[in-house]
C-alpha cells in the first residue's frame, strides 16, 4: 500500500533512499523500488529456509536491523542505526517481486485477505507505539490525528483496554474513528474549544496518555499541553516541519515523553494477531485497490489531491 512517506519520496526524493554509497546492510542504494507497507506470498527459498513454504502467505517486516551494535544488544532494535528499511535502503514491495530474509515474514491467517494484509505494516507501527507508551486497562487516551496511523493506534489502544478520545479537524474521520470504536470524538478545529472538551471528558483531569500521530506543527504541543499532570506524551508522528514546544510545559507537570518508530521483536506477530482476531479493522482504511500499472496515475497522483479524504490506496502487483 501507498504510505504519505513513498509520496514524499517520490515527488521530492532521494530523501530516506539510499544514494551516493551502498546500504551497509543491503549492499543497495537509489535507485530503488519503493514502498515498505508489504505482504506477498511466496514463490522461491533461500536455502536452509525452513520457517515459510513456496505458497505461504505473509506479512512482511521491513526493517533490517544489524543484530550487533549497543542498541540491538539492549533490545532496542527499533533504533538501530545501521537499520535498512525495504524501499529506502533496498528494493521494496511495489512490484512483481521482492527478495526479502524469510526470518522477517510472519504467516498469515486465511482470514485475512492479500488486499489486508500490506496494512499489516502501519498497524505493527501502532502496535509498537500502544506498547511504549506503557498503557494500562481502563486509561483515558486522547489520539490526535484520524489519518491510517491514527486510527489503526486508536483501536491498538482499545485492544488494550483504555477509552480513546479521537481528536481530528475532519468531522468524516471523526466518524469512521467512532466507527472503529472510538469512545468520544473532539474536533480540533478549534483548539481551545478542543482543549476544553477533552479536560470536561476526562473529568477535569486530562487523559493519561496522548498520542500524537498527525505529525504536524501544533500537534506535539497540543499533545503535552493536554495531557494531564504526570501523564505521557506519545509522539508518533513524522515532522516535516520542527514543532514548537515550551519545555517548562513538560518539566512542571513531570509530562513524560515518549518518541515512537519502526517495531521491535514481536510487534508484527502481535499485530497480525489483532487483525486476524478483528480488534483491528483495517477494511475501512483502504480507499481503493489499484493494479500495479497503474500505479502512478490512480495511486500516487490520487492521493496528492487532499479534498479526497483518502487513508491507503492498495497496489496489486500481477493485476
Known sequence: SICATDIEEWQYGPLWVQH??????????????IGHET??????????????????????????????????????QAVCPNMAVAGFMADGGLAEFMVWPADHMVLLPDHISDVEAPLIEPATVAVHGVRRSGVRAGDNVAVIGCGTVGLLTLQAFKAAGARVIAVDVRDQSLKLARELGADETVNCKNENTAAAKILELTGNIGPDITAETAGAKETPRMAIEWTRRGGTALLIGIYSTTPEINFNNVVGPEITVIGSVATSPGDLEAAVELVGQGKINVKPLISETVPLSRAIEDGFERMLDHNKDVFRIVIQPGS
Open 20 to 33: 551516493g554509497s551502498p546500504n551497509a546492510l543491503t549492499g543497495q542504494q537509489a535507485p530503488l523500488v
Open 39 to 76: 505482504s506477498g506470498h511466496v514463490v522461491e527459498l533461500g536455502e536452509g529456509v525452513n520457517n515459510v513454504s513456496v505458497g505461504d502467505r505473509v506479512a512482511v517486516n521491513t526493517v533490517l536491523i544489524c543484530g550487533t551494535c549497543f542498541w540491538c544488544m539492549r533490545g532496542q
